[in-house]
């Protein structure tokens, strides 16, 4: 296992999209690995919003700037001088797709061009790791078993995962044409889905409607209840982008690679499965399966193939589903239920036991 502390500890760290979800739990992530964290972000936050309940913007350089903007975006990464970037800035909601197509483009695909041609444009006489996220919807879906492997055939049926094939096109295309001779710049791919941990409020996820049906008292409204993602808890995907780019900034032959993230086959399980689990710990969520309107697309199957990423990084998802939903309902507990409460110190003592587990799975 890589020392994520003596690898992150007092290094300069741009996160984009750090007010959201994983956003935020990679903020606390290297709030408590020593980084010096330069967040940036449009400040469109969810209520309730991790990032607030963290109280990461007193622990962190805050900076609202939307990655729309390429001027400020390049000023930002001049100024800073940083030893790594994470980019997660995006709309990252299919069905708010439908209604804010533009948006969703914009934001995912132009978005990320506006970084890449402010690496591009950027002069640095250290290494700096970028670590693009991107999606498991950046796949043509074929509803295949086996898993998507990362030089499959890219697609997109709804706006926002072909937001995320187009970023991926873009990518690649400023890798071959502009990237290649920056030799202190490296940059690879990440594509994860379906993370799920505490503090997640966005909406149409199954984990955060879960959570509302509880503290409403109302039924969840279930429309593709045999779905089958691949659930895996957000340390899992972050512990992988964080590993990638540690590994990128002393392997050069990593540069302009992409990998998979994803769990291992038997964390896959159903909508339904999962909502179940939930039941049995929380018995106050109910639930009723509607038919869904026939404009909405959903994927039936979705799965990652991520050998390539346990070959190269030494990275699998090492978490059972189980312990992965255990995790998720203890942290909505404690927050719904607990008083006085510092949600930034639970979720680091999560991230502590599960660097534990990890080490323990690989001694």
């Known amino acids: 296992m890589i020392n994520l502390s003596k690898s992150f500890k007092n290094k300069k760290v741009i996160v984009t999209g750090h007010t959201g979800f994983k956003g935020s739990w990679l903020s606390i992530w290297l709030k408590y690995l020593g980084a010096k964290v330069i967040g940036v972000s449009n400040e469109i936050l969810k209520n309730p919003s991790n990032f607030e309940i963290s109280k990461l913007r007193n622990k962190m350089s805050h900076n609202i700037l939307d990655v729309r903007n390429q001027k400020k975006l390049f000023n930002l990464i001049k100024k800073n001088k940083p030893d790594f970037i994470f980019h997660l800035a995006a709309q990252s909601l299919v069905k708010k797709s439908y209604f804010k197509p533009m948006e969703t483009f914009e934001t995912n695909a132009i978005g990320t061009l506006n970084l890449l041609e402010s690496l591009k444009n950027y002069n640095v006489n250290k290494i700096c790791s970028v670590v693009i996220i991107t999606s498991d919807k950046s796949y043509k879906n074929l509803e295949l078993d086996r898993g998507y492997k990362e030089d499959d055939i890219l697609g997109g049926y709804d706006p926002y995962s072909a937001s995320k094939a187009c970023a991926e096109l873009i990518i690649q295309s400023y890798l071959k044409s502009f990237m290649e001779t920056k030799k202190n710049i490296r940059i690879s791919v990440a594509r994860a889905g379906n993370v799920i941990g505490g503090g997640d409020w966005s909406e149409n996820r199954l984990i955060p409607d879960c959570m509302r049906s509880i503290k409403s008292k109302k039924k969840l ?143």
């Open 221 to 363: 409204i279930l429309r593709f209840p045999k779905s089958t993602r691949p659930w895996q808890h957000v340390l899992e995907a972050l512990n992988g982008y964080l590993t990638l780019a540690i590994k990128q900034k002393y392997n050069n032959k990593l540069n302009g690679s992409t990998f998979n993230f994803g769990p291992n086959n038997k964390s896959s399980i159903t909508v339904l499965e999962i909502v179940k689990k939930i039941q049995s710990r929380w018995k106050d969520l109910s639930w009723k399966i509607v038919k869904p309107k026939k404009d909405v697309y959903e994927s039936k199957l979705l799965k990652l193939n991520s050998n390539k990423a346990l070959n190269f990084l030494r990275w699998k998802c090492l978490l059972s589903a189980n312990q992965t939903l255990e995790m998720v309902i203890n942290w909505y507990k404690f927050y719904y239920t607990v008083k006085k409460k510092d949600m930034f110190s639970y979720s680091i003592n999560q991230i502590k036991e599960y660097e534990k587990f990890i080490k323990r799975k690989k001694s």
